[in-house]
């Protein structure tokens, strides 16, 4: 047997895979018409979304990544060596090989919904890394998560970059740290990405890159429905609006409908008026303070904080509070 197997572990907890028809029916019958953000990462949303974070605009993800590589010493300190590093929604696990490059946890643990995707990507991360044991397990971090293996005695931290975090309401935000709080445990930790506020200007920029990707990305959600629920949305029908709602600190992605038109939805039909919106996405937005009030309230304790020389972006290590 090759090394790589033996430090490799799957588990596969079945998640629900048929949310998505009770999830689009629901959120289509309501007065704003929305469907969640998750539905966006098919395999060619998963692609766009990659092309986002090459374009100029789009600064999150080179950022993070700078911060990252910019402080490393720093944040392996405070996660520790030999800790067991959980990664909900790891999906190509790309910003965790920077850490993994210095730190040597003692178990890298990926968490993502995508079976075969999380089974290729521990693979090569057991090749790469064969001194780190890889727990792989296939789960929807949006629901609570029980993990059925942990090594015993060591210090767990939750790794969540991306600001990932800015798609749930703040307060699913909240239930949603407090789920990794009780994960992590009384001595466990937490690195999270968060985008910071801004200049509007540079918010709206960053969702209406010139090219047009994200306008693919976000009208990829109706060819997504249109193959999983045998939908018929015509996409010459919709047009993408991103825009920063100042008041409620978060960017909102919608599609508008360019006329009167129907759509039918696993046997369903449901109307759009000429410019009524189906709500896509929401991605809050935090001053370093107000993420920290979130995050206390779902029992973390703030200790560290690192940001770009601009102020754009964060990345912030708590601890589990007392
Ligand atoms: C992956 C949710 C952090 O909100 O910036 C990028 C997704 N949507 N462009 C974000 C996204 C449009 C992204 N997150």
Redesign the pocket.
């Known amino acids: 047997m090759s090394k790589a197997a033996t430090q490799l572990r799957f588990y596969d907890l079945e998640p629900e895979s048929n949310t998505l028809h009770d999830d689009v029916l629901d959120g289509l019958s309501q007065p704003q018409k929305h469907i969640p953000?998750k539905y966006?990462y098919d395999e060619h949303g998963s692609c766009l979304?990659e092309a986002?974070?090459e374009t100029d605009a789009?600064y999150?993800t080179r950022t993070e990544m700078a911060i990252l590589k910019d402080n490393l010493e720093e944040i392996c300190t405070c996660l520790g060596s030999d800790c067991v590093l959980v990664e909900p929604g790891s999906g190509s696990s790309r910003k965790v090989r920077l850490l993994l490059d210095e730190l040597e946890p003692h178990t890298y643990m990926p968490l993502d919904i995508s079976s075969d995707f999380l089974k290729s990507v521990a693979h090569g991360l057991a090749e790469d890394y064969p001194h780190i044991n890889v727990t792989a397990a296939c789960v929807d971090y949006t629901a609570p998560i029980a993990l059925p293996y942990f090594p015993e005695n060591r210090r767990r931290v939750a790794f969540f970059p991306?600001?990932?975090i800015?798609?749930f309401e703040p307060e699913e935000a909240v239930t949603f740290l407090g789920n990794l709080a009780d994960l992590v445990d009384d001595t466990g930790g937490l690195l999270i990405g968060v985008?910071l506020k801004k200049d509007p200007s540079i918010l709206n920029a960053?969702?209406n890159d010139k090219e047009g990707i994200?306008a693919q990305?976000?009208l990829n959600l109706l060819a997504h429905l249109n193959r999983e629920l045998g939908a018929n949305f015509d996409f010459d029908g919709f047009d993408h609006r991103?825009f920063y709602n100042e008041q409620k600190g978060r960017?909102e992605?919608h599609l508008i409908s360019k006329r009167d038109q129907w759509a039918t939805v696993a046997g369903h039909r449901f109307h759009f008026s000429a410019g009524e919106s189906i709500h896509t996405?929401s991605?809050y937005k935090y001053t370093v303070e107000e993420f920290q009030i979130l995050a206390r309230q779902a029992g973390f304790s703030p200790r560290k904080v690192w940001t770009d020389r601009d102020g754009l972006f964060s990345v912030q290590y708590f601890e589990h509070a007392d």
């Open positions: 953000p966006f979304f986002i974070c789009y999150p991306g600001s990932s800015g798609n985008d960053a969702y994200t990305f976000n991103a960017i992605m996405e991605s």
